[in-house]
């Protein structure tokens, strides 16, 4: 299911959010899609240490990532009180024009509708 739709689970307000998120990346809105996060909103990501704080998170999309564009593929959205799991994957473009597809699951944790805190983790071979 792409993230155009709503997919399993995910039909609170906080899911509205992480669904908008990959929205907006998949479109490369990156400024649109970084709204959603607190400005000392925590960001691990494996590879990387942690971004802390929206202007480390900024830095890492505008000069960081490696991905140039992609498509996301919600398959799950799970919504508690303060916290959204997502399973998907993700497949598209590196800057240097090298195709790539990986599944991954996201964890975000939310005060309020801001993202205080994410994890990413992907489904690669890394041991």
Do not use: K
Not at 30 to 53: K, N, Q, T
């Amino acid at each position: 299911m792409d993230v155009t739709g709503a997919a399993a689970g995910g039909s609170g307000p906080l899911s509205a959010v992480v669904s908008e998120y990959y929205r907006n990346i998949d479109h490369r809105n990156v400024e649109a899609a970084l709204s959603c996060f607190a400005p000392d909103a925590v960001y691990r990501r494996p590879g990387y240490d942690a971004f802390v704080g929206f202007q480390a998170i900024s830095t890492f999309y505008h000069g960081v990532r490696v991905i140039s564009r992609g498509r996301h593929d919600l398959e799950s959205i799970v919504e508690d009180a303060d916290t959204v799991a997502v399973r998907g994957s993700c497949r598209g473009t590196s800057h240097a024009g090298d195709p790539f597809a990986v599944r991954f699951a996201d964890f975000w944790r939310f005060s309020g509708l801001l993202v205080v805190e994410r994890n990413t983790y992907f489904d690669a071979a890394a041991v």
